[in-house]
């Protein structure tokens, strides 16, 4: 079992920045490939990044390329989700995923049937 929690949503203005964090608990976090994804109002999940165990591969959704960047810290079992240039149609719930992996593995997942554990989400709202 993993237990992830996600912090760092809000209201910002459009052209603002945010930085999300999500802590992990429970197995060990090296195992996991983790993943934030998001969901709007009447929408589906979509995916927005995802990062390998070893940190080495990054994915991004092309809709926040350039402008999002994520990262993980494996000694605090945390990952971030820095977010730059927000623009209104970015506000969504944030969730942040973990997706166990074979060791070395490099595969990221873009599906969120592929995720194992899931937090709770986070609100970010950008208002124009």
């Known amino acids: 079992q993993v237990q992830l929690v996600e912090s760092g949503g809000g209201l910002v203005q459009a052209g603002g920045s945010l930085r999300l964090s999500c802590a992990a608990s429970?197995?060990?976090?090296?195992?996991?490939?983790m993943g934030w994804f998001r969901q709007a109002p009447g929408k589906d999940r979509d995916f927005v990044a995802a990062?390998?165990?070893?940190?080495?591969?990054?994915r991004y959704a092309d809709s926040v390329k350039g402008r999002f960047t994520i990262s993980r810290d494996n000694a605090k079992n945390t990952v971030y989700l820095q977010m730059n240039s927000l623009k209104p149609e970015d506000t969504a719930i944030y969730y942040c995923a973990a997706n166990l992996v074979p060791y070395g593995s490099s595969v990221l997942e873009t599906r969120s049937s592929e995720y194992d554990y899931w937090g709770q989400g986070t609100q970010v709202t950008v208002s124009s």
């Open positions: 990062e390998s165990w070893s940190g080495r591969v990054t």
């Open positions: 429970g197995r060990t976090f090296n195992n996991y490939a």
